[in-house]
Each structure stands twice: as structure tokens, then as C-alpha cells.
């Protein structure tokens, strides 16, 4: 029994001695060689908490007031918090005697995985001293929940301009009963039934979810990301894919085929241009005649398959704003010609835009930023 005891302490003193190295030497390759990794933050982690709640009976997914989130991924924590209306953003009066900004879209435009201060309606606030406000949200909302969003919560803020960033890569589906019902297990989310112009606005859940879910599982990795610098490098690790000896974000590596690339800019249905014009003339109608600009963001899939001439997607959304006194910017053609590595606007871990990303999306939008802010200021 002794031998035994004696093997078992043995073991476990290798074990810990080896735990304690491992844990050495991964905090001194994260703070001194990889700081793209982030630091442990000795906390513990309830994944049964969400910043994006079903919380909303018309456009769906939001964030409960005065909530608060540690979103923890392989290449970042961020912390969100959520003011008394649900928006991420700084505390906001309905009313305001000061010209403000309403801006729609989904997690681009909310700032997904970027820091506050960072993101692109942080850059403008900050650099024309009006407020931006940010109704941007994930959890598949486009178009359709923007108008429906508008409609029944944005339109009750004061605001002098709009606008509206859009995503080709899943705006164009978010509105479709099919999209909806592949994706809305957690979620009841809107679609359109029917045919241009003759839409109805149906739902994938006839109630409001109940909130029950449960996991644990993920709440040990993601307690166990925030104690762990081995785990932090194993997780982060697994954001890539080693080719040709040469790691490569996964998602990046997975568009590296472009003849298997697929992109909305290019390859929607007219049954899906349809919907999102739709959408968008009924955002038109509630704005009531407030100046409105538009802009399209690509993903690092949609800059592979560019070939320098304007985009089918972006061609029709021009003339849609042309015809509706919008004005128009398609970020496609600026953000290819502004550097030779587009990666470098999104996230390693995430193909979403990253602080610099933000930065350059700004940079590129000033001039029709100014002409909107030009507007409301007269």
C-alpha cells in the first residue's frame, strides 16, 4: 500500500512540477513573444450568460438594459455593456437639443469583438463631437430586423441622419424564412413570406423563448481560458491551420480556393435582392426625409473573388440609393486598393473586423461622414 502511495505521490509531484512549467513558459510567450494572445484574467465564467437575448417581440435579438459581458474568444476578451435602452453605447436620452447620428447594421457596425473606443461609431463620435448612436447588434440582423428595429424603438430617439451599413454576406439571406429557420433554434427572428412588393412580416416562434439554456461544458472551457496561459495558447492555436508550414487563420485558409469562394457581392438570387430592397424602402418611409447614407462592407472572402469593376451587389444598392436621394458608399474598391494584405482588417480568430479594420473603414467613410454631418448642421 505504501509503494502505491508512494507511486501515486510521485506522480502527482511530476504532474504539478509539470503543470507549473508549462504555465511559466506559456505566460512568458504570451507576454513577450505572442501578444496576440490574450492574458488570463482570474474569473470565473457563466456561458449561460448572453450578451444577445431574444428579448425583443418585433426585431428579435437584442441586449438586456444595463447588462454587462466578458465575450471571450481564442485571440481577445472584450468586455460589453449595454446601456438602459439595450444599445452598447455610452447612457442615451431619448430626446436630444444637439444634431445626433442614428446608425443601423449588424455586428460590424456593433463591434463585434472590438474594445469600446474602437469601433467605427466610437471614431466618429469622438472626431465630430455628435453622438452616433449605435443600434447595431448580432444574432442575425439585417435588413428586415433593422426596418422592424427602426420602426418600433430608433425612430423614439431624437435623431437628425441615419445610417446603414450592409453586409452582403448574409444581409441578403437574413430575411429569408429557409436562412431563418436553418439558424433560429435559439432565437425568434422575422422573415418576409410572399413576393416583391406584396411581403408579410411572419416569425420563426409564435412566443417569446423561455431562457433555459444550460452549459456547463462551455462555462469550464471558458473559466478555464481565463486561469490557464497553456490553455489560452492551446485554444488560441486552434483558431489556425497549419499549410505548407505556415499557420493560417482558419477562416482565412478556408477561403484559399477562390474558385470554391463563394460571395454575396455576387452570387444572390433576385428573390433575395427583392427582400433587402424592401427592407430598405421601408427604413426610407419611417425615416420620413432625414439624410441617409448607406454603405456596403466586404468580407475577406468577397476581396477574393473582386476583380477591380463594380460588384452586381453594388451596383444595385447604388441605384437604389441614386433613385432615393441616398448617399452611397460601396467600401469594396477603397479597402482593396488601401493595402495588399485585406486580412489584416479582420481578427485572427474571427472574420470580423478588428480595431484597425474600424480604423480604416472610418478613415475611408470621412468624406461622406462630413457631407451627412454637413446636413445636419445647416
Known amino acids: 500500500m505504501k509503494k502505491m502511495f508512494d507511486a501515486l505521490r510521485g506522480v502527482f509531484i511530476f504532474l504539478f512540477v509539470l503543470v507549473v512549467c508549462l504555465e511559466i513558459g506559456s505566460c512568458s510567450y504570451i507576454r513577450f513573444v505572442n501578444n496576440n494572445i490574450p492574458l488570463p484574467t482570474y474569473s470565473m465564467v457563466n456561458a449561460e450568460s448572453s ?4 428579448n425583443n417581440p418585433y426585431f428579435g435579438v437584442w441586449h438586456d438594459p444595463n447588462s454587462s459581458y466578458m465575450h471571450n474568444k481564442q485571440c481577445a476578451t472584450v468586455y460589453y455593456k449595454a446601456n438602459s435602452h ?20 449588424d ?9 469600446d473606443g474602437k469601433r467605427l461609431t466610437d471614431l466618429a463620435e469622438k472626431h465630430y463631437g455628435l453622438e452616433f448612436l ?16 427602426y ?12 445610417v446603414i451599413g450592409i453586409l452582403p454576406s448574409n444581409d441578403f439571406t437574413d430575411s429569408m424564412k429557409k436562412k431563418v429557420y436553418m439558424e433560429s433554434d435559439r432565437y425568434r427572428r422575422p422573415y418576409l413570406e410572399g413576393t416583391y412588393p406584396n411581403y408579410k412580416v411572419l416569425y420563426s416562434q409564435e412566443e417569446m423563448p423561455i431562457r433555459n439554456r444550460s452549459d456547463l461544458l462551455k462555462s469550464f472551457d471558458h473559466t478555464l481560458r481565463e486561469w490557464s496561459y497553456t490553455y489560452r495558447i492551446l485554444r488560441y492555436l486552434d483558431s489556425f491551420d497549419l499549410k505548407n508550414m505556415d499557420f493560417r487563420a482558419r477562416w482565412q485558409s478556408k477561403a484559399d480556393n477562390k474558385e470554391k469562394v463563394c460571395s454575396m457581392y455576387y452570387d444572390f438570387t433576385p428573390e433575395m435582392w427583392d427582400m433587402m430592397r424592401y427592407c430598405l424602402e421601408q427604413i426610407v418611409k419611417e425615416a420620413d426625409g432625414k439624410p441617409i447614407l448607406l454603405f456596403v462592407i466586404p468580407r475577406y472572402t468577397d476581396f477574393l473573388r473582386y476583380d477591380g469593376k463594380e460588384a452586381p451587389a453594388a451596383k444595385l444598392l447604388r441605384e437604389f440609393c441614386s433613385d432615393n436621394n441616398i448617399d452611397f458608399v460601396d467600401l469594396m474598391d477603397p479597402m482593396y486598393k488601401y493595402t495588399k494584405t485585406q486580412e489584416d482588417y479582420y481578427l ?3 472574420p470580423h473586423w478588428n480595431a484597425y479594420g474600424n480604423e480604416v473603414a472610418f478613415e475611408l467613410l470621412q468624406p461622406s461622414i462630413e457631407k451627412l454631418v454637413e446636413k445636419i448642421n445647416k
Open 51 to 54: 450578451f444577445w437575448v431574444d
Open 86 to 105: 439595450g444599445m452598447r453605447d455610452p447612457e442615451r436620452s431619448l430626446k436630444s437639443a444637439k444634431p445626433r447620428v442614428a446608425v443601423l447594421g
Open 134 to 149: 449605435n443600434f447595431g447588434t448580432s444574432g442575425g440582423h439585417g435588413p428586415l430586423n433593422e426596418w422592424l428595429q
Open 348 to 350: 485572427l480568430c474571427d
Open 107 to 115: 455586428s460590424f457596425i456593433e463591434g463585434y469583438i472590438v474594445e
Open 151 to 162: 420602426k418600433h424603438m430608433v425612430k423614439y430617439f431624437d435623431h437628425d441622419a441615419i
